[in-house]
Nanobody
Framework: QVQLVESGGGLVQAGGSLRLSCATS????????MGWYRQAPGKQRELVAW???????NYPNSVKGRFTISRDNAKNTVYLQMNSLKPEDTAVYYC?????????WGQGTQVTVSS
């Protein structure tokens, strides 16, 4: 059974930083590309970063240069370093495989950026 547990969210002022962690269980991690996603109130969930099994990161333009995804295969953990946060980054952040698998969604971690 696969479990993904996100942590590290919180309240931060605009311009601040947060580091999110996603601990995984099961055998999927080492062979899977992993992604961070977010869902703001009233909006669809969107991809904010993904990383290949070999460690190559990818970002949409909305976060490029501000967010950094990384993974530690020894710890079965994927990270999202978020810098220069903006109020529009406020959302619940989730990790999942990339592409995502419906049954893998966890509870997410809330990130709130105040202006």
């Amino acid at each position: 059974q696969v479990q993904l547990v996100e942590s590290g969210g919180g309240l931060v002022q605009a311009g601040g930083s947060l580091r999110l962690s996603c601990a995984t269980s099961g055998d999927i991690f080492r062979i899977s590309a992993m992604g961070w996603y977010r869902q703001a109130p009233g909006k669809q969930r969107e991809l904010v970063a993904w990383i290949t099994s070999g460690g190559i990161p990818n970002y949409p333009n909305s976060v490029k240069g501000r967010f950094t995804i990384s993974r530690d295969n020894a710890k079965n953990t994927v990270y999202l370093q978020m810098n220069s946060l903006k109020p529009e980054d406020t959302a619940v952040y989730y990790c999942n495989t990339y592409p995502s698998v419906r049954n893998y969604w966890g509870q997410g971690t809330q990130v709130t950026v105040s202006s």
